[in-house]
Structures are given as C-alpha cells and as structure tokens.
C-alpha cells in the first residue's frame, strides 16, 4: 500500500478570496497560481471544527469544467493532510450541484458514514475554458452552500494564511473508474472512493416523482420532448434520468455530452444563451425546419439552474415556481400531504405570492442566493421556493435542481393529460395560460449591465440608495417620465431577518413597489468574476385576466422607461443596452 506523509507548505496570502453569493469565482489563471487554491482549501478547513473535519468523509467533484481534474488532485492531498479520512468523487470528476446536496443529506458508506461536506468545483453558468472561468464552494452538512458565518471565517482565514497542509508521497488517484483506492497516511488509513454520479440522483427522484406516469406522458405520440445540456454536467444526468428510466428518445437530448470549455457557450439556460434550444422550439428569429416539440428544457453548467419551454412559448423563471407549487399537490407524490411553505427571492416576481394568498400557504422574501431557503427548509417552514435567475427546487435537498424543475414540469403535464385519449393536449401554454387567468400576470424582465466599472456601478448604487428616501422626488421622476404610470407607494433597501437563527443580511437591493403591485428593483451582482454587474428586475403586475395576453416587451415598456430614468443609468455607467435580457 502507498504510504505517504503530511508536510507543512509556507504560502501567502491571496487578494480578494471573498466568496460570492455562491463561492469563489476566477478566472482559471488566476486558480492556476502557485498555491491560489490550496489556500482557499486550507482557509476552508481552518474555518471549520478541527474534530469534525478528522476521520471524516468529504465529497469533491464539479461541473466538469476546465481545470477541474486538477483542482481534484490537488483538493484530495489537502484532505488527507487535514485528516479527512475518505474522499467522496463521482466518476471522472462529475456531480451536478444538486447531485453533491443529495449525497451529503443521503449517502451512506460502506461503513456506515455519511459526508461531513463538499468542495464543489464549478463556476455555475460562466463560460469555461483555459481563459474562462474556475470556482469552488463549500456545501456544508445540511447538504446547502456554507451560510455567511461560514463564508466570512473563510474569507478571513484567506488574509492572514501563511501555511497549508499537503501530502508528500500521495499520487494523484484515477478518477475515472468506479472504485475505492486506499493509502496509508499518518493517521491510518486514507480512501477514495469513486462511484457513478447518477445512481443517489436517481434514487431520490424515484422517491418523489411518479416515473410511471412520466414514461407514459412520454411514450404518447401526441407529445414531444427536447432537454439541452448546454454541454454542461447535466447531460450525464439527462442521459440516465430521461433516456434510460423514462424512455425518451436519445435524439432528444441536445448537447448533453460534457465538454471542458462546455463547447465554448455559455452554459447559461436562458433565451440568449441556449440558442440551440430556442430555435428547436420555434422562438428564434429563424423558424426551425421541422415542427417544434410540445416541451423543452435547458440547464447550466452544473445543472442547479433550468429553463423551461413549451411550442413557441417561454415560462418566466417566476412563473415556473408559481405553477410549481400551485399544481404541486396532485401532481407530484413527494408532495401529496400539502405544502409546508414556499419563498421566493426579492427580486423574484411576485407570481408566488399570489399563490400563496390564494392557497393559504406559508410565505417567505428571502434574498438572493439559495443558502437563505436552506434554514427554511431545515425548519420546516418550505417545500418549494425558486429565483427569478432560473432556480427552482424544494425540500429535497439543499440546492436548486435543475433536473428536478423538469421533472417537475413533466409530472404537471402527466397529471393534466392522464385522461387526453384522443383529445388535443393540454400544452405548456395552456398550463400558463389558465394560470394567469386565475392568478393574473407579472409581466417580468431582467436587464443585466455586465462587466461595468465597479466603481461607476458603486456610485450608481449610492445615488439608489440616497433617492428611495424621498418619494416625492422618485414620484416626481416618474411622472415626468411616464405620466400614465401608478406611483410609488413604498421603496427601501432590502433587508431580510432570517426567522429562524434571526440574522440579518442588510443592502441586498433597492425596491421600487408601486400601487398597482409591479416593482422594480436593483442590485450588484454577486457571482461576477471582473468588474460589477448591476441588475435590474422588472416587473408588471396585471390581475385583469382579459389583458395578460400582451407582448411581454410592450407591457413592461413604460416601466423600463422609469427605471433606466430613476437610476441614470446610461449617466453613471455609458451604457445605452444592457448586456442581456433575461
Ligand atoms: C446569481 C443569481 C442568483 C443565484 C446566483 C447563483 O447571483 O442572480 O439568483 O442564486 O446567481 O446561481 P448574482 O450574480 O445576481 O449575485
Ligand atoms: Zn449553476
């Protein structure tokens, strides 16, 4: 057996290791410096209960992207000489983020052990590549991203390191075949074990969904089904979860092989970036040469995020949630007891409140990010919750879940068709459509400014937060601007108290809330790798169920009007367009 030892490496600190909304995002040359993430590794470790961390197993794996077999090697040595007793890694490096949550809450070892936590490696829906970006994060026990406690000890731990721990003697492990490799460390034994990425996955979502009924709504010729990977970790699942248990077509699924530089897209699943996707489903600028499938689906690189379409037809990230938890009893078996709760985030639309109201459930505004679900949920107050940002999950686990949002979707279609026969097929757009008949309509966009001057977006900022204070002034603005438009009734800066461990995360956006129930709201970006992005979100409210069919552009104009006015934009940051348009 390889015996290796543990040796103390002298190291410096690093500039600027501040873990984001959702950990530490660089680019790949940046993670390539001498001893850049093994700081952030051993900052991690010091950061947490010495005696937690040995004789115990951990999980390391990602997305897949560029550098991360590397950043596996390295993580592992880390490990070891930390005491950790086994490391957790899919094959070849692979788990989508939910997949890592679903293993911390329910793996269980062949000696009966369960993981203390993960490192996982992924950069979410940045590009990726040798020029592109890299990023880590800590999930914790609960199987959800550290909370800020966690987060800020990290971050402090990374400006005054001087030293890591690392192995001498230990070589780097083949990942790519299922299997347990043993060393002999200082401490006794030191093993890692390799296994399938999809197989915990799986196993839960059987616990949740009704596949039968799934596999039939999939087998029925009338219906017709499309999944892209965006080349991001998704695809491994797609390929077991859809092809294999469910029966669709291996045509189906679009660029569901994981590539490095995730073939040099975007894995970002929204209209701009899953181009493939959108002209598949009729909703490019050029129709596709064959009939669009009745639905489609998109995730990011390390599968958290979904998007969801029907024929022609796009569903708001905001509206997914709403339809979610107001079909989710009857639908889905998991939750055929009722709801505990739903929460949104902030900037979220507010199609889930009216859910909430209607059926009488539990409701939380939590800010961005999923980790403040995460209490909600080990609470019990939450069963499902989403983003705006093309998050949607539930209590399941402890991330947004990518694959789950379809299933999800797939299980509401199943269970709206079970006695079509030979009748016309209730579709993704009747679903939607009968949604806001009942509920109304939040017209919904988002504008990013991408990679702006970080200190023209801070001043920006400032001046938001100086002008919300003073209503008339905004009312004033705004009737200059739009005099057809509601006024203001109440603007703050976001601050939520977490009713559980009752912290407050203060300055997480400005809101903008008008009489009749539309918003807007902006905030700085957290997961950024250079410069700021500031967003800006927002959203028309229409509960008259004879006017929900407008042209989502046309209804939100007057308002992007204002908000562009209110903050002077184009003033602080040169930009006439944003970036995107989510
Ligand atoms: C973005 C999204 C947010 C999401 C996060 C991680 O964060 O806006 O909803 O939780 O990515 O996927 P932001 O860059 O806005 O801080
Ligand atoms: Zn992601």
Redesign the pocket.
């Known amino acids: 057996m390889v015996v290796f030892k543990v040796v103390t490496q002298n190291t410096k600190p690093f500039d600027g290791q501040k873990p ?3 950990g530490l995002r660089k680019k790949v040359t940046v993670f390539q410096q001498e001893h850049y993430l093994h700081n952030f590794v051993q900052a991690t470790f010091n950061a947490l209960p010495s005696d937690k961390v040995k004789g115990s197993t951990i999980v390391v794996s990602g997305d897949g992207r560029y550098w991360s077999k590397d950043a596996v090697q390295i993580i592992i040595k880390i490990a070891a000489a930390n005491g950790v007793k086994k490391v957790w890694v899919g094959q070849d490096g692979l788990l989508s983020t939910p997949a890592v949550s679903c293993i911390i809450r329910d793996r269980v070892g062949p000696d009966g052990e369960k993981a203390y936590g993960a490192f996982i490696l992924t950069a ?2 940045n590009p990726g590549g040798p020029h592109e970006d890299f990023g880590i994060k800590y999930n914790a026990e609960n199987g959800g991203p550290a909370l800020e406690g966690l987060t800020d000890k990290i971050y402090s731990n990374t400006k005054t390191i001087s030293a890591y721990l690392t192995t001498e003697g230990l070589p780097d492990v083949d990942i790519s075949s299922i299997g347990t490799t043993t060393f002999e460390g200082p401490d006794g034994a030191f093993e890692v074990d390799v296994f399938s990425a999809t197989e915990d996955n799986v196993k839960l979502m059987k616990t949740i969904f009704d596949f039968e009924a799934i596999k039939e709504l999939l087998a029925n010729p009338k219906f017709s089904f499309c999944y892209d990977a965006l080349h991001g970790v998704a695809g491994v699942y797609a390929k077991q979860i859809f092809v294999e248990e469910l029966g669709a077509k291996e045509s189906s699924l679009l660029n569901c092989t994981p590539l490095e530089d995730f073939g040099g897209g975007h894995p970002d699943p929204n209209l701009t970036y899953a181009k493939e996707l959108v002209h598949t489903m009729g909703l490019g600028k050029v129709p596709p040469a064959n009939e669009p499938p009745e639905f489609g689906a998109a995730a ?1 690189g390390d599968a ?2 979904n998007m969801i379409l029907g024929k022609r037809f796009f569903v708001t990230p905001s509206d997914s949630v709403a339809i979610i938890a107001a079909n989710a009893v009857g639908s889905i078996p998991y939750f055929s007891t009722g709801l505990k709760g739903v929460a949104r ?1 902030m ?2 639309s507010a199609a889930l409140d009216v859910v909430a109201n209607k059926l009488e459930l539990k409701f939380f505004e939590v800010p ?3 980790k403040f679900f995460g209490n909600l949920m080990d609470a019990g107050l939450c069963s499902v919750c989403g ?5 949607t999950g539930s209590d399941h686990i402890r991330e ?1 879940d990518g694959i789950w949002a379809v299933l999800a979707w797939l299980s509401i279609l199943a269970y709206r068709n079970k006695d079509v026969g030979d009748g016309k097929l209730v579709t993704v757009e009747d679903i939607v459509t009968q949604h806001w008949g009942i509920y109304g309509r939040h017209y919904y966009t ?1 504008y990013d400014y991408e990679n702006v001057d970080a200190d023209a977006a801070k001043k920006l900022m400032a001046y938001l937060v100086e002008l919300q204070s003073t209503l008339p002034e905004v009312n004033k603005l705004i009737k200059e601007t739009r005099p057809d438009v509601e006024e203001v009734v109440e603007a703050d800066e976001f601050e939520y108290k977490d009713p559980v461990d009752h912290s407050v995360s203060s300055h997480q956006g400005i809101r903008f809330l008008f009489k009749d129930g539309s918003r807007l709201v902006f ?6 790798s250079v410069g700021a ?1 500031i ?1 800006l979100y927002i959203e028309q409210y229409e509960a008259d169920s004879s006017k929900t069919g407008k042209a989502s552009q046309d209804a939100l104009a007057p308002l992007v009007a204002i908000a562009l006015k209110l903050s002077k934009m184009e003033e602080f940051t040169g930009r006439s367009e944003p970036t995107v348009i989510t």
């Open positions: 984001g909304t959702s979410s829906h990011d958290d995020r985030s900037p979220t961005t990010g999923w983003e705006e940002s093309f998050g947004k988002r905030r700085l970006s957290g997961t950024g992005t967003r």
